[in-house]
């Protein structure tokens, strides 16, 4: 008579099983994740505990020898080649997660219909909508006599079924993870065990049969893949689809690249003809730019190894509130509260008594610190109802104690402004630059006092 199986509680946030019910979940301390689901036991030979079977010894090597560098498979999409490293490289499988209705589904359609008009055998499992639906977003894409292999299927088992039968395959897309299920295990499409269940075993098929696995996953509201973060440890890349909806800019980020750098990131413009590729995001992120508004400012980034201008506005206006305002869209706040604190210390410039808004245009995200200089030349020139010099740029990072810090990679940020057309740059005093190379005159200033004393001379 076979043993019942015993029940676990395993957290939808990071795995961890549990032998009974709680309301928080010790390992991650979420609350409301424990689901219910069967303690499944380990198959023979599978080389966990209690499955019963015998290893067998590895042959081990030596780190020297010569190694070929991975081989890629151009996708005909410059922007997903470039935050891939060159292509997909065949045996390998990446994880790409976003916002429902970000525009996954359509981009993925795009590869695969590329890599087909190429002689390449792609194949795409859809297990959120049926084949018709597919069908009508080909239409409406004018993709619909690419030879992509088309089904919309759930079951694990059939999509290994249909794998196997499948000889010259090249790519294969699950649409999405969070839908398979495996007959193997009791628990429902989506959890824990499901997930990780179909991941490693889709992982497994790409590394035997040289195929790209390409998996998408569900994003939580907090913006992280959904499922244990196991998930993005198995596969090779990560990437990241990000935009606001009332944009028209998508953008495809890395978070992880075994055969490349994660520091790119690829621009596209949400159109009726789909996702296109924006080739100069600069001049498209300041398209609409009101150059006469004040709090206006633009900042020469770097986003990986291309320089990207983007428009940092600010609103600095008197609060009615105890506790004045502070909002932020596109930048870290902790990173705004801190500027704040800096102006005031060491500027004399006090936001007190005053709301602030900061928003970086187009929908883009920015992190690196060299924005700083940009975002204090917004607040001082909304602070003192001043716009500033159109043709201006600002790069650097402000410290505790209000001095400018030079930034990496000036001179490429430089000549994508001055390609912009922009005049004038602002920088730090520190770093090596032949300002006699570039035809825009340069400021530089070693201290926020000296930004302060332009900007606000009263």
Same mark, same amino acid.
């Given at each position: 008579?076979?043993? @019942?199986?015993?029940?676990?509680?395993?957290?939808?946030?990071?795995?961890?099983?549990?032998?009974?019910?709680?309301?928080?979940?010790?390992?991650?301390?979420?609350?409301?994740?424990?689901?219910?689901?069967?303690?499944?036991?380990?198959?023979?030979?599978?080389?966990?505990?209690?499955?019963?079977?015998?290893?067998?010894?590895? =042959?081990?090597?030596?780190?020297?020898?010569?190694?070929?560098?991975?081989?890629?498979?151009?996708?005909?999409?410059?922007?997903?080649?470039?935050?891939?490293?060159?292509?997909?490289? @065949?045996?390998?499988?990446? %994880? $790409?997660?976003?916002?429902?209705?970000?525009?996954?589904?359509?981009?993925?359609? /795009?590869?695969?219909?590329?890599?087909?008009? /190429?002689?390449?055998? #792609?194949?795409?499992?859809?297990?959120?909508?049926?084949?018709?639906?597919?069908?009508?977003?080909?239409?409406?894409?004018?993709?619909?006599? #690419?030879?992509?292999?088309?089904?919309?299927?759930?079951?694990?088992?059939?999509?290994?079924?249909?794998? !196997?039968?499948?000889?010259?395959?090249?790519?294969?897309? $699950?649409? +999405?993870?969070?839908?398979?299920?495996? !007959?193997?295990?009791?628990?429902?499409?989506?959890?824990? +065990?499901?997930?990780?269940?179909?991941?490693?075993?889709?992982?497994?098929?790409?590394?035997?049969?040289?195929?790209?696995?390409?998996?998408?996953?569900?994003?939580?509201?907090?913006?992280? $893949?959904?499922?244990?973060?196991?998930?993005?440890?198995?596969?090779?890349?990560?990437?990241?689809?990000?935009?606001?909806?009332?944009?028209?800019?998508?953008?495809?980020?890395?978070?992880?690249?075994?055969?490349?750098?994660?520091?790119?990131?690829?621009?596209?413009?949400?159109?009726?003809?789909?996702?296109?590729?924006?080739?100069?995001?600069?001049?498209?992120?300041?398209?609409?730019?009101?150059?006469?508004?004040?709090?206006?400012?633009?900042?020469?980034?770097?986003?990986?190894?291309?320089?990207?201008?983007?428009?940092?506005?600010? %609103?600095?206006?008197?609060?009615?509130?105890?506790?004045?305002?502070?909002?932020?869209?596109?930048?870290?706040?902790?990173?705004?509260?801190?500027?704040?604190?800096?102006?005031?210390?060491?500027?004399?410039?006090?936001?007190?008594?005053?709301?602030?808004?900061?928003?970086?245009?187009?929908?883009?995200?920015?992190?690196? @610190?060299?924005?700083?200089?940009?975002? =204090?030349?917004?607040?001082?020139?909304?602070?003192?109802?001043?716009?500033?010099?159109? !043709?201006?740029?600002?790069?650097?990072?402000?410290?505790?104690?209000?001095?400018?810090?030079?930034?990496?990679?000036?001179?490429?940020?430089?000549?994508?402004? /001055?390609?912009?057309?922009?005049?004038?740059?602002?920088?730090?005093?520190?770093?090596?630059? !032949?300002?006699?190379?570039?035809?825009?005159?340069?400021?530089?200033? @070693?201290?926020?006092?000296?930004?302060?004393?332009?900007?606000?001379?009263?």
């Amino acid at each position: 008579m076979a043993k @019942p199986s015993k029940t676990q509680f395993v957290c939808q946030n990071c795995g961890v099983a549990h032998s009974k019910w709680a309301g928080k979940c010790t390992g991650c301390g979420e609350w409301n994740t424990l689901q219910e689901e069967a303690d499944v036991a380990a198959t023979p030979g599978s080389g966990l505990k209690g499955g019963g079977g015998k290893g067998r010894t590895v =042959a081990l090597e030596s780190l020297s020898g010569s190694t070929r560098e991975a081989p890629r498979m151009p996708t005909g999409i410059a922007e997903v080649d470039r935050v891939t490293g060159g292509g997909i490289v @065949p045996g390998s499988a990446l %994880l $790409i997660g976003g916002e429902p209705g970000i525009g996954k589904s359509t981009l993925l359609l /795009q590869l695969t219909a590329k890599l087909a008009n /190429q002689g390449r055998r #792609a194949l795409y499992f859809s297990g959120e909508e049926a084949t018709a639906q597919v069908r009508l977003r080909a239409e409406r894409l004018g993709l619909r006599d #690419a030879p992509v292999a088309l089904a919309s299927e759930t079951n694990l088992s059939n999509i290994l079924a249909t794998l !196997d039968a499948e000889k010259h395959a090249d790519l294969v897309v $699950i649409d +999405s993870i969070q839908t398979l299920w495996a !007959d193997g295990l009791d628990a429902a499409p989506g959890t824990v +065990s499901q997930v990780r269940a179909a991941t490693q075993t889709l992982i497994r098929y790409a590394k035997q049969a040289g195929v790209a696995v390409l998996l998408v996953g569900h994003v939580t509201k907090e913006g992280s $893949i959904a499922g244990p973060k196991v998930i993005e440890h198995m596969v090779d890349t990560v990437l990241y689809f990000e935009g606001d909806r009332g944009h028209p800019f998508r953008i495809l980020r890395g978070i992880k690249n075994r055969f490349g750098a994660t520091d790119e990131i690829g621009v596209f413009e949400m159109a009726q003809e789909g996702l296109v590729e924006v080739e100069n995001p600069s001049a498209l992120f300041l398209g609409d730019r009101d150059a006469n508004a004040p709090g206006s400012a633009v900042f020469a980034g770097m986003e990986g190894t291309r320089p990207l201008l983007v428009e940092i506005q600010s %609103l600095v206006c008197p609060s009615a509130l105890g506790t004045p305002r502070r909002a932020v869209v596109g930048w870290d706040t902790s990173r705004l509260a801190m500027l704040l604190a800096v102006l005031e210390a060491r500027c004399g410039v006090s936001f007190a008594k005053h709301d602030v808004y900061l928003n970086v245009a187009g929908g883009l995200k920015i992190t690196e @610190p060299a924005a700083d200089l940009a975002a =204090a030349a917004a607040l001082l020139s909304s602070m003192a109802n001043s716009a500033l010099p159109q !043709d201006e740029v600002y790069v650097g990072e402000i410290s505790l104690s209000g001095a400018i810090r030079p930034a990496g990679h000036m001179i490429s940020r430089l000549k994508e402004a /001055q390609k912009l057309g922009f005049k004038r740059a602002v920088i730090p005093a520190g770093g090596d630059l !032949d300002a006699s190379a570039f035809s825009m005159a340069i400021k530089r200033h @070693p201290h926020l006092q000296a930004l302060t004393a332009v900007l606000m001379p009263d």
